[in-house]
C-alpha cells in the first residue's frame, strides 16, 4: 500500500506531527503551500478563522506529488475556528481523493478538534481513524507523542 501524509502548517506544530508520521508509516508526505500566506501576525487567528468558518478554499501553490497516485492518505490541519484549513478545503475540492483519505490529526490550542472532525467526517465518508493533538504551547502537548504513536501504530495494523 502506498500512503502519503498531506498536511497544512501555519507555525510547524502540522509539519512535525506530520513528519513523525510519515516516518513511522514509512509514507511520502507533501506540504500545502497556499499561494497567499496568512501572515504570521495577531491578525492571523481572525483571518484564518474568518475564512475557515466559511469555507473558504485558498489557492494552492503546485503540488511536488500528485496524490491521486497514493492508495491511502493520511491528511492534517491545524484547527481554526473548528473547521479545517482554507488550505485542506481547497485540496479536498481540487484533488480525486476524498476516498482515500482514511485518517486525520488535528492540532488545537483551543480544543475545537472535535468538532474539526465531525466538519470533515460529513467530507470523508472513508475516514476511519483519528488523532487529536494539542498545540505545543498547550498544557496537554505532552500527550502528543504517545497519540502519535498510538495513531501511527494503528494506521500500521490497519492495513
Known amino acids: 500500500m502506498k500512503d502519503l501524509v498531506v498536511y497544512y502548517s501555519l507555525e510547524g506544530n502540522t509539519r512535525q506531527a506530520a513528519e513523525r508520521i510519515a516516518e513511522r508509516l514509512h509514507a511520502d508526505i507533501l506540504q500545502l503551500q497556499t499561494v497567499k500566506e496568512i501572515l504570521k501576525s495577531k491578525m492571523k487567528f481572525f483571518?484564518?478563522?474568518?475564512?475557515?468558518?466559511?469555507?473558504?478554499?485558498?489557492?494552492?501553490?503546485?503540488?511536488?506529488?500528485?496524490?491521486?497516485?497514493?492508495?491511502?492518505?493520511?491528511?492534517?490541519?491545524?484547527?481554526?475556528?473548528?473547521k479545517a484549513t482554507p488550505a485542506v478545503n481547497a485540496f479536498l475540492k481540487k484533488f480525486n481523493v476524498k476516498n482515500k483519505v482514511t485518517a486525520l490529526f488535528t492540532l488545537s490550542g483551543g480544543g475545537d478538534n472535535d468538532k474539526c472532525v465531525r466538519?470533515?467526517?460529513?467530507?470523508?465518508?472513508?475516514?476511519?481513524?483519528?488523532?487529536?493533538?494539542?498545540?505545543?504551547?498547550?498544557?496537554?502537548?505532552?500527550?502528543?507523542?504517545?497519540?502519535?504513536?498510538?495513531?501511527?501504530e494503528e494506521l500500521i495494523n490497519g492495513q
Open 47 to 82: 483571518i484564518g478563522g474568518m475564512q475557515a468558518t466559511f469555507g473558504v478554499c485558498a489557492k494552492l501553490k503546485p503540488l511536488a506529488l500528485n496524490p491521486e497516485q497514493y492508495d491511502r492518505i493520511i491528511l492534517g490541519t491545524p484547527v481554526w475556528a473548528g
Open 119 to 152: 466538519y470533515l467526517k460529513k467530507k470523508l465518508a472513508h475516514l476511519r481513524t483519528t488523532v487529536a493533538l494539542a498545540d505545543r504551547n498547550h498544557p496537554d502537548a505532552s500527550e502528543n507523542e504517545k497519540k502519535l504513536d498510538d495513531f501511527a
